[in-house]
């Protein structure tokens, strides 16, 4: 075993000793050492319930025959860190979270980990320092909230709230409505109800074969969970003994699988960053350019919540992801010959699994649509390529050109919104908030609920070089690429510049002839950087483009 180096033999006598301060006993120092990573916390709702997920994991670990150990990780909640300056240290911390999980792994010599995340870049920090430590590894992630529910019975989440913000100020709601919103938008802890960053993740975890059926989609507050993390402690003992690694699970082809389920449910597009990171740390290359080839033959067959009224709740209920992805399988779109951590192929796990509901999830011969949820556009705006969730655009959007309206940070573009200077057919631009500008590439979910909540998600578009919730809604297109505080084409779009949207044939151009961007471009200056202390100016000097995953490389 692996924690040999820690426990056997004459010159481990001293670590012994250190095992016995902590309370260890001759036998449990006998039996493989399993870390439990749990990001437990007391500020994020999704974390808030997981000494329950943990207390359950050791107990399966210990059923099996093995020795918990538990060391923590950090984990940022989105929604309070929205729309100020924390959001620039939300995407940051999946970095954090993968090194010191590494560190933890490697130094104590772990033969195993579960790692017990919830939230938006605590799943993908996990995923990539499973790929990198490269020890048996399984996910028992902590669930997502239940939906909310107003007076007149009309189910609610945390989109809605942020959108009747926008609707309150544009003298839509009244504050009594709002204060409604407030109080029922988030009524149980886990990941925010519907199918944003979060759930996106932790439904992929089972695809990607990291997580056992369910993972994704039980509620935080089923007992259904504990007995699910009971087995996830059960699972990695055997996973350990056949030596089941992580990168024996996530090969290329279960990567493949996860852009298919992907498109099919609808993620965030914060997934289009975070599996192109994980793959990175897999030794997969993953080229968003494939994203497109798979949408083309991958229909949509999930509509939850911001892209429509059904919640994570019944997908569960519906059969879970294993349902979508058997589905999938009856048109061939799925590897199924590959290992998952079940110990058992793709196929052999989602044999049986059936559709319950095809309101739900769509039967596969009646999608949403014939093509993705996510689409990658480029054109002469973003030459490496930008991502816009489709499945969550209006029809009318799909399609769009109009004048630019340029804001050079996200709290400019929220002034100009909430005052009533946007119109019918703009093109917002808000630009130098990517990976290196912003820096930490915020999250946009206040301006694009603004947009919402006024009733111009129909007639406005939204580009950024920042990135968006998955709690985005309407024609809002991000992750643009170069960005412009590498002086990309979006650093040279000036105001009244006509921007052209087609998302059908995955384009988008600034309409300028190339000579004007060659001339423009001679002209821009690189600016100075927004912040120049602490670990997010180390983060900017290291991250590389959205397009690859805004992943870190030493120059």
């Known amino acids: 075993m692996k924690s040999d180096a820690v426990t056997r033999g004459v010159q481990q006598a001293p670590h012994r000793s250190l095992f016995n301060a902590l309370g260890f006993t001759k036998e449990e120092l006998e039996r493989p050492l399993i870390g439990v990573v749990c990001s437990r916390n007391e500020i994020v709702p999704g974390h808030m319930n997981l000494d329950k997920i943990e207390q359950a994991v050791k107990t399966g670990i210990l059923m099996a025959g093995g020795t918990p150990v538990m060391f923590p990780a950090i984990a940022v909640c989105d929604g309070i860190a929205m729309g100020h300056i924390g959001m620039k240290y939300s995407l940051v911390t999946r970095e954090l979270i993968a090194d010191s999980t590494e560190c933890m792994a490697v130094a104590h010599q772990l033969d195993g980990m579960v790692m017990i995340p919830n939230c938006d870049k605590n799943v993908p920090g996990l995923l990539m320092a499973a790929a990198r430590v490269n020890i048996p590894t399984i996910f028992v992630s902590g669930g997502p909230m239940l939906a909310g529910k107003m007076y007149d019975g009309k189910r609610t989440c945390l989109s809605d709230m942020f959108e009747a913000v926008g609707a309150y100020n544009a003298g839509k709601i009244d504050s009594c409505k709002l204060e409604e919103y407030e109080e029922k938008a988030c009524p149980t802890c886990g990941s925010c109800s519907g199918m944003y960053t979060a759930n996106s993740m ?10 056992l059926k369910g993972n994704g989609t039980i509620p935080a507050v089923m007992s259904e969970r504990i007995r699910l993390a009971k087995h996830g402690g059960m699972k990695i003992m055997e996973l350990v003994e056949k030596n089941i690694c992580p990168r024996d699970i996530m090969t290329q082809k279960a990567f493949e699988n996860a852009l298919t389920v992907d498109m099919a449910l609808g993620c965030s ?13 897999a030794g997969v290359d993953i080229n968003l350019e494939v994203a497109n080839d798979i949408s083309a033959k991958t229909p949509n067959l999930c509509h939850l919540a911001p892209a429509g009224n059904t919640f994570m709740e019944d997908l569960d209920a519906a ?6 992805m058997n589905e999938l399988n009856k048109k061939d779109l799925l590897h199924t010959d590959i290992i998952t951590c079940t110990g058992k192929t793709v196929g052999e796990n989602i044999e049986g699994c059936i559709n319950r509901n095809h309101e739900i999830i769509r ?3 009646n999608p949403y649509s014939q093509t993705g949820g996510i689409a990658v556009l480029k ?31 996200e709290e400019d573009a929220i002034e100009a919104i909430n005052g009533g200077k946007i119109k019918v057919g703009d093109v917002v631009v808000i630009r130098y908030e ?14 694009t609920s603004a947009i919402a909540g006024m009733g111009l998600d129909k007639d406005v578009a ?10 985005t809604r309407g024609a809002s297109i991000g992750h643009v690429s170069p960005e412009a505080a590498l002086g990309g084409p979006i650093a040279l779009v000036e105001e009244g510049d006509t921007i052209s949207i087609d998302m059908n044939k995955n384009t988008i151009q600034v309409e300028i002839s190339e000579e004007e961007m060659q001339a423009r471009k001679a002209k821009w200056q690189p600016r100075e950087p927004k912040i120049t202390t602490g670990y997010v100016s180390r983060y900017a000097a290291l991250v590389t483009s959205a397009n690859t995953g805004a992943v870190l490389q030493v120059k």
């Open 379 to 409: 054109g002469n705006l973003a030459p490496d390529a930008c991502v816009v969730k489709r499945s969550a655009v209006a029809p009318e959007m799909l399609v769009h050109s109009g004048p630019a309206r340029v804001f050079d940070c």
């Open 363 to 365: 039967p596969i011969d």
């Open 319 to 324: 059969g879970g992801v294993y349902a979508v």
């Open 462 to 471: 939204l580009i950024t070089d920042g990135r968006f919730s998955g709690a």
């Open 269 to 281: 597009t914060n997934s289009m960053l975070h599996l192109p990171a994980i793959a990175h740390e």
């Open 434 to 447: 990517g990976p290196k500008g912003g820096p930490g590439m915020r999250e946009m979910l206040n301006p």
């Open 202 to 211: 932790n439904c992929l975890t089972e695809v990607l074969g990291m997580g």
